[in-house]
Structure formats: C-alpha cells, structure tokens
C-alpha cells in the first residue's frame, strides 16, 4: 500500500503511535555481508552502552529495578524490550547506533511490523524515526497527578549509578 506522510502518521495513530514521526524512504534491495549476526551483536552490546544518556525515557518503561540496572549497564535486554532498525538493513540501513533504537516489543514493535509490512509494495515507505535512542509514547509519559513514583525511584538509582562510575 502507497502512503503518504498523512496517511502513514493516521495508520500509526491508529495503531496507538500518534506521536511516532517518520521518515519517507525508498527502499533499495540489499543484500546481507555474511558476518551482518555477528557484527549486529557487537553493535547491539555498544548501543546498550551507550543508554546512561537516556535513564528518563528507560524510566517511563516502568522496568523491574533489576532489569533497569542491567539494562543501563549494557548487561542485558529485558523481556518486551527490542531494538528495532530505523531503516532495514535489507533496505539498506546502516550497522550503526544511529539506524537502532528500542521500544516494548509489544505493543509497539508488533505494531511497527506491520505498518511497515502494510508498506512492502511501495516505491516510497514511511518508517519510524522517533527522535531518542528510546521510543516511549507520549501516552505513558506522564505519571498523572502527584508524579511518578517508578520515575522518581528509578532516576535516584541512575544518579547513583552514575556517581560510581565517575559521571556525575
């Protein structure tokens, strides 16, 4: 199906991701080195490295402390969290920490899969490109009346952590 910007930000806004912005994009038929696994683990490890920089948006993910720790020390990857490609490497998106960010799995990355899968016949598509390395709705963003207690808990934890690394 051939979107265009307004239709695409109406199908995500359908799919609960009215604040997800796009990028128009023309997919280009690639192919996969065949080292791509091996070098995507290095860059998935680096890429959750580098998220000190992003303890509010991980916050709103309302994580286990003990997920959110490993999580910003680069350990591990919770359960329902992906890292998703802004362009598809078989599209000819970039190994790089710049094309990735990460999102629930659900609902977002299901979703995220088939507005793009929607997409698989059109010269142009429209692929998500959320400003931060972290896509959180503007749904779950705010913690309502008397704040977030999760956030409040979560941003101590990461000064913390922070402070022993020396990064205060």
């Not at 609902?107 to 997409?119: G, M, S």
Request: proline content about 5%; aromatic content about 10%.
């Amino acid at each position: 199906m051939q979107l265009n910007e307004h239709s695409a930000m109406e199908r995500l806004s359908m799919l609960g991701m009215d604040d997800m912005p796009v990028m128009a994009y023309e997919p280009k038929k690639c192919s996969l080195d065949p080292d791509w696994f091996k070098k995507y683990s290095i860059l998935r490890r680096k890429f959750l490295e580098s998220l000190t920089d992003s303890f509010e948006e991980i916050a709103f993910m309302n994580l286990p402390q003990e997920d959110f720790i490993n999580l910003v020390m680069g350990k591990s990857l919770p359960d329902n969290l992906s890292i998703r490609f802004r362009i598809p490497l078989i599209w000819g998106g970039d190994l790089d920490i710049s094309n990735i960010f990460l999102c629930l799995t659900f609902p977002h990355a299901h979703n995220l899969d088939r507005f793009i899968i929607e997409q698989s016949d059109a010269t142009t598509v429209f692929l998500p490109n959320p400003e931060k390395k972290i896509y959180v709705t503007s749904h779950t963003g705010g913690g309502g009346d008397g704040g977030n207690a999760t956030s409040d808990r979560l941003s101590q934890i990461a000064s913390n952590f922070m402070a022993g690394r020396g990064n205060e």
